[in-house]
């Protein structure tokens, strides 16, 4: 069992950089491959970020590639997702998610076993 919580969410102009973090309880959190999601107002719940539980792989939406980077550290059992260059389009609800152990998958919401809920970030314009 892994239970996420997810903090940094804010308001930030365009241009600007928030830093989500995401804590998760449990003793095996090395060993789960970890995603973060976005949901804005009356959109499905989208891919943004994925590492895998060895810290190796990472893969990110075409949306934010090169402006949002994934990051984890193992002894803190805690996952981060620096967001730098802003845009109003980022405006969600942005959430951390678990995949145990085996999964393969990581861009659909099925792939993943727990989910945290969620951090309001707002970018201005």
């Known amino acids: 069992q892994v239970q996420l919580v997810e903090s940094g969410g804010g308001l930030v102009q365009a241009g600007g950089s928030l830093r989500l973090s995401c804590a998760a309880s449990g003793r095996t959190f090395s060993s789960y491959n970890m995603g973060w999601f976005r949901q804005a107002p009356g959109k499905e719940r989208e891919f943004v970020a994925f590492?895998?539980?060895?810290?190796?792989?990472?893969y990110y939406a075409d949306s934010v590639q090169g402006r949002f980077t994934i990051s984890r550290d193992n002894a803190k059992n805690t996952v981060y997702l620096q967001m730098n260059s802003l845009k109003p389009e980022d405006t969600a609800v942005y959430y951390c998610?678990?995949?145990?152990?085996?999964?393969?998958?990581?861009?659909?919401?099925?792939?993943?076993?727990?989910w945290g809920q969620g951090t309001q970030v707002t970018v201005s314009s």
């Open positions: 590492k895998r539980w060895s810290g190796g792989r990472t």
């Open positions: 998610a678990a995949a145990a152990f085996g999964r393969s998958g990581y861009r659909e919401t099925n792939d993943y076993d727990y």
